[in-house]
């Protein structure tokens, strides 16, 4: 539940401590601009934000909720442990699967 933001404070408390690579992928049903994420940005990428891509764009514009065409799924990667080389949706024919088209994030390990 989303509505107050709290369960993002709680999602930060009990994942790995910064040390360690984590990643935090799912469908948040909100927003890229929603304040409420505003709390991950001090330790997580968000990989589809990041990259100025033909395939991100395509992300951003499309979405990844098929109704509404809203970006609502996301892979968060921290930023100490990884960077991203590539951001895209599915395969078109394989789009109507479900009403989330699925979102692919490619990664490597920061240095």
Do not use: M, Q
């Not at 934000?49 to 979405?63: F, H, I, P, Q, Y």
């Not at 109704?67 to 080389?85: E, L, W």
């Amino acid at each position: 539940d989303l509505k107050d933001g709290r369960s993002i404070h709680e999602i930060l408390k009990a994942i790995s401590p910064p040390d360690v690579p984590t990643l935090l992928i799912g469908d948040f049903n909100i927003t890229p601009e929603d304040k409420r994420l505003a709390p991950l940005a001090a330790r997580f990428i968000d990989t589809c934000a990041v990259l100025d891509t033909a395939s991100a764009k395509e992300v951003r514009k499309r979405g990844t909720f098929a109704a509404s065409k809203r970006r609502i799924d996301y892979v968060f990667a921290d930023k100490a442990h990884f960077t991203v080389k590539a951001a895209r949706l599915g395969a078109a024919p394989h789009r109507k699967a479900s009403d989330h088209i699925a979102y692919i994030a490619e990664l490597g390990f920061a240095n």
